[in-house]
């Protein structure tokens, strides 16, 4: 499906001769050619490059780079080519997976419609830090590693592109992060929660048709989220709970309670899969993530061309992240409300590391294995105390604010997640010490003259959202 902020897209399909008259790089996708722009130096490397493609190799289908002096990472291939399609690996947690097992010899194909960076562009948000197009991003990899990530540029909403894009690269694999997937974002406006649950229903429903139809054996690892169980008051068990109930015993899916039309989206994924996972012998593994926070992994911090994004506004940035930015600006810590929302976190370097154990270890045909990946948790309250303590070892004067909570959601409450499935499989956690939050706390530092202060507000108001398409207003609350 297109997604609202994508009315007029920079990319899109065009004949290759036009393409190439415009300085735009094809890509061939199962006999449709797509389109990416070309810098006015590659076009010039590509004009040059005639009489040098021998040496030359392949990125995408049909683009050319100029071979690597060498790598300037150590790759392996623990991975042996096993062949992993990452939808959305444009994205904040996506991009680091893709080099985290691109480095380690599984073969990767990115697919990404580029909406993330659309809804930045429609909204007036940007990242903290400055991050490269993907096209710049892959062929960097490419010189700093000597592997290649494949990249198919489309919407797997679209059925004839994702049967293409699955039919072109026959995934052992899908790891599938392409959901739109900001709480905030899908409560702006009526808009945004069809669009978002849409985007997301229809495009996880069009994987599984794809396993079923074209790769019945390939393992789909789906991004869940934490956030599908709310905040019932028993503990919260790995994906189902054995129920005794008038003398009967079974075991069933752990009771759903979302709290935005984002995590409702992820919980009817979650029963599409296991459904097809019945009917059609799919193997899934659904991870319901907890919020990650941090922005450094070996590979994304090889080159600046390889960084990663950074979101620290009111729709897409989440809680630690945003604390970091603000002690590092001299911004209150806004706590929404009383601060006791309890909440699993992870490090985005455990996030990728999940990802390739999940891989590793597959889900049989028809079982659907739900793993609950954080790795602690924290109130809001405590994360806020722990960047004030870390910040202010650094110097910096932070003041927490309890502003009103924009959201609907408990303030107080019982939390207690089990997350042992992913340990009990080789996960060795990177906690949240304070060295942790010292470097984070640097990192923000160092780029905080990027930082937009108007940016920092909650940005929407979970009573507030209305039926008016809301663009302008989104980014501050009224
Ligand atoms: O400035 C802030 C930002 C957030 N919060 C509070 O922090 C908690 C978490 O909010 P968040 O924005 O960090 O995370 P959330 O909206 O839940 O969503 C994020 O974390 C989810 C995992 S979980 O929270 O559902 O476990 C993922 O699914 C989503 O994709 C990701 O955007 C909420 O109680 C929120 O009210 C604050 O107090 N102050």
Known sequence: MQCPAMQNPRVGRRSAKAAAQQGVACVHIGGRVFASR????????????????????????????????GPTVTPSNGGAGTRVMIIGGDGYCGWAT????????????????????????????????????IHDRVQKWAEVSGKYISLQIGDICDWEFLSQAFTFFQPDHVVHFGEQRSAPYSMIDRQKAVFTQTNNV????????????LKPDCHLVKLGTMGEYGTPNIDIEEGYLTVTHNGRTDTLPYPKQGNSFYHLSKIHDSTNMLFTCKAWKVAATDLNQGVVYGVRTE???ADPLLINRYDYDGIFGTALNRFVVQAAVGHPLTVYGKGGQTRGFLDIRDTVRCIQIAIDNPAARGEMRVYNQFTEQFSVNQLAEIVSREGRKLGLEVVVQNVPNPRVEAEE?????KHTKLVELGLQPHLLADSMI????????????????????????WRKTGVKVNTMGAAVAK
Request: proline content about 3%; some cysteine.
């Open 98 to 133: 893709a080099l985290h097992l691109s480095a380690r010899g599984y073969e990767v194909c990115i697919v990404d419609n580029l909406c993330r960076r659309q809804f930045d562009l429609t909204l007036g948000l940007d990242t903290l830090t400055p991050i490269a197009t």
């Open 202 to 213: 229809v495009g996880t429903l069009n994987v599984l048709f794809a396993i079923k139809e």
């Open 438 to 461: 010292d470097s984070l706390l640097e990192f923000a530092v160092q780029y905080r003259d990027r930082v937009r202060m108007e940016l920092i507000k909650p940005a929407v108001d």
């Open 299 to 301: 590979e994304t911090m």
């Open 38 to 69: 070309v810098s006015g130096q590659r076009k010039d490397a590509r004009a040059a490059s005639a009489a040098s493609r021998a040496k030359s190799v392949k990125v995408h289908a049909t683009a050319t780079i100029e071979k690597p002096a």
């Open 413 to 417: 409450h019982y939390y207690n997640a």
